[in-house]
């Protein structure tokens, strides 16, 4: 009631100021409100889309490696000549050389003939973390 009653015995240019400065501030609220949820909505389709993006680009690059890697197996499953006795030197010569070129997907490549003889591009760590008599000499 004090309101209004104050309200009342506001002159004309007063009353008028109020209202259009009442409705003014309602439109620029409403405005403001509904630009922000847009740039929310625009900012999350952004992001999602990036999220896809990146996921993708990655699974691509998952798959190219493992296409080198299956590539490179199988030119090596190919050349049975590395898989004879004498060839020992250039077993872990070839190997060497896929290793080289392919780092970083490759680090270890192991050739293991049908008799058990294990051949690899890092041989002496093979050697030593492959010998047999290894976990009795850690037991020891």
């Known amino acids: ?24 501030l309602i439109l620029f609220l409403v ?10 909505r625009l900012l999350e ?10 996921v993708t ?15 490179i197996l199988l030119l090596l499953s190919k050349n049975y000549e ?3 006795e004498g060839n020992e030197k250039l077993a872990v010569e070839t190997l060497q050389k896929y290793a080289d070129n392919n780092n970083s997907a490759i ?3 192991y050739l293991i ?9 890092t041989q002496v760590f093979y050697e030593i973390i492959g010998n047999p008599h290894l976990e009795r000499l850690h037991r020891q």
């Not at 405005?31 to 929310?40: H, I, K, P, V």
């Not at 389709?45 to 990146?54: H, N, P, R």
């Not at 680009?57 to 590539?71: K, P």
């Open 1 to 24: 009631m004090k309101l209004i009653g104050w309200y009342n015995k506001l002159g004309i240019a007063t009353k008028q100021f109020l209202y259009l400065f009442t409705v003014t």
């Open 31 to 40: 405005l403001g409100w509904r630009n922000l949820n847009e740039a929310q």
């Open 45 to 54: 389709e952004q992001v999602t889309k990036d999220a896809e993006m990146l």
């Open 57 to 71: 680009r990655t699974m691509q690059y998952l798959d190219a490696s493992l296409d080198n890697v299956e590539n």
């Open 82 to 84: 590395l898989l004879e």
């Open 107 to 109: 680090r270890t490549l």
């Open 113 to 121: 003939r049908e008799d058990g003889k294990v051949y690899s591009n």
